[in-house]
């Protein structure tokens, strides 16, 4: 009955990972993304920056050229040349033509295939004398003799320093892509994680429920989560009320049975008074022992579901538990008079308060008396003590009776459950029910263990103090 609930739930896949691996397959793109871009940003500014010297240099080339008498002349400027130098250890190649025919540089320097406009230079990747080169071309106007000439500067630099910054800056884009991946994969295990702890939370929480714990989930959670919780809830509702009326069903049931039975069992003791056959008299007996029997289960039934009901709201007032045992031993003491028994009860002093439900606990001390005085033998002592122990207070009673038997002592608080040394007594197997329920509705324990004073039972009711 309270077995741990084994779900029979296998799970297709988990939340968390599916998560984190589309979290990561969106780092991945976007470290991609990153690399492919930054790179290419990159390799375009260097060739921009290349270009811009470029046009610089043969700006400069082109500016120093002058007209005197019909001949152009040209020193080449040192800065032209030199600001090519200053990029890196590349090699600078120029041509410089009017008109087409080369005045001086390289004759073999090829032109770009776009030919360049008046303040528009026109650029080339090609390839000259084995090496990749960027060729920039620039043309102007100069008046020679009254002519005039079309003066064509041609610079070229080799490429191969720019290819080795263009792989530095890919391997750091590279580098960059690689740590941002790892960062948000990183990030993106905290964020599932962090996503998924309500749900965790909730699971908890209704993991660390007891067993009879069906009162609605109140934890906040996630909007999210609040169909699943009010879902949830409704379940619960519906279970309580249903489990609600079994209860009163079967209270109802027990309690319109037991009047009958009461009639019953009168008018069989007053035909018992009348059977001489010692046959007859015997079957009486017997319909009167099934009477009693039936009786007893009712009263019990009845006490029983009296007792889920108010375990399930507990109340939580403070009580004297000293005061309510001795109460408890008035009531049973004509029982236990018949058998010629003796109580004897003792407290230890300033033992303080119980808090729960007096009417609940009460219950559970009769049923424990009761149980003490219909298993003792007559003339016999039963003691009862309440020591308190930390926080809790023991209630014990101990009996001189037959004791609980052989076999598994544990079995005996199961609904039904009875020795198998008792079968010449009236009980339905539902006392120790109640009283393990009560000692549960309240945070306590029933133990039950042979009386070490020799034979009989001894039981232990543990109960929290206030
Ligand atoms: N003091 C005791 N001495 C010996 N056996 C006991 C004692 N108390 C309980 N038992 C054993 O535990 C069983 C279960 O006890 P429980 O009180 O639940 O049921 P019951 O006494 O048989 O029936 P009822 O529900 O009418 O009390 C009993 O049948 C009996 O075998
Ligand atoms: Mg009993």
Redesign the pocket.
């Known amino acids: 009955m309270n077995q741990p609930f084994k779900p029979a739930i296998s799970a297709t896949g988990s939340l968390r990972r599916r998560l984190i691996v589309q979290l990561l397959v969106i780092a991945a793109l976007l470290s991609v993304v990153l690399y492919v871009s930054v790179s290419t940003f990159a390799r375009q500014a260097a060739e921009t920056t290349q270009d811009n010297i470029l046009e610089a240099s043969a700006a400069a080339i082109s500016e120093a050229a002058r007209a005197e008498r019909d001949q152009v002349f040209l020193d080449i400027p040192y800065s032209a040349l030199s600001m090519l130098g200053a990029v890196s250890e590349e090699r600078v190649f120029y041509r410089v033509m009017v008109d087409g025919v080369t005045i001086t540089g390289y004759a073999d320097l090829p032109a770009p295939e776009v030919p360049p406009k008046l303040r528009r230079p026109s650029f080339e990747t090609t390839v000259f004398r084995g090496d990749e080169v960027r060729v920039v071309a620039t043309v102007r106007r100069i008046t020679v003799a009254d002519e005039t000439v079309r003066l064509t500067v041609l610079v070229a630099q080799t490429r191969a320093g720019l290819a080795a910054i263009s792989l530095r800056i890919s391997i750091a884009a590279a580098a960059v892509g690689i740590g941002f991946f790892l960062v948000s994969g990183t990030l993106s295990w905290f964020a599932a994680r962090n996503a998924l702890r309500p749900l965790d939370l909730l699971a908890q929480s209704v993991a660390r429920r007891g067993a009879h714990d069906l009162r609605p989930v109140r934890s906040d959670a996630p909007s999210e989560l609040v169909p699943l919780l009010v879902a949830l809830n409704s379940f619960m509702d519906r279970l309580r009320a249903s489990l609600m009326r079994t209860e009163e069903f079967i209270a109802e049931a027990a309690h319109r049975v037991r009047t009958p039975l009461a009639t019953v069992r009168a008018q069989a003791e007053i035909a018992l008074r009348s059977v001489k056959q010692p046959h007859n008299r015997q079957t009486m007996r017997e319909v009167i022992r099934a009477v009693d029997e039936s009786s ?1 289960s009712a009263g ?1 039934l009845l006490d029983h579901a009296m007792v889920t009901f108010r375990s399930d709201n507990l109340a939580r007032t403070e009580f004297d538990l000293e005061e309510l045992a001795r109460d408890t031993i008035r009531g049973i003491g004509p029982t236990a008079d018949l058998k010629d028994i003796a109580i004897r009860f003792s407290a230890e002093a300033g033992l303080g308060k119980v808090k729960g439900d007096a009417i609940l606990v009460q219950s559970a001390l009769r ?1 424990l008396l ?3 005085v ?2 003792s033998p007559e003339e016999s002592t039963i003691e009862v003590a309440i020591a308190r122990k930390g926080r809790t207070a023991r209630v014990s009673v101990r ?1 001189q ?4 038997g052989d076999g598994d002592v544990e079995r ?1 608080k199961g609904r039904f ?3 198998t ?2 079968a010449d007594v009236v ?7 109640i009283v393990d329920e009560v000692a549960r509705a309240h945070g306590g324990s029933l133990d039950l263990a042979s009386n070490e004073r020799g034979n009989g ?1 001894c ?1 232990f009711l543990t109960l929290p103090l206030a």
């Not at 009776?401 to 609980?404: D, K």
């Not at 009980?427 to 029910?433: P, V």
């Open positions: 007893r019990q049923n009761d149980n003490a219909k298993y009996d009776g037959r004791g609980f005996l459950d009875r020795g040394n008792v009980g339905s197997g539902l006392g120790l029910t039972a039981v």
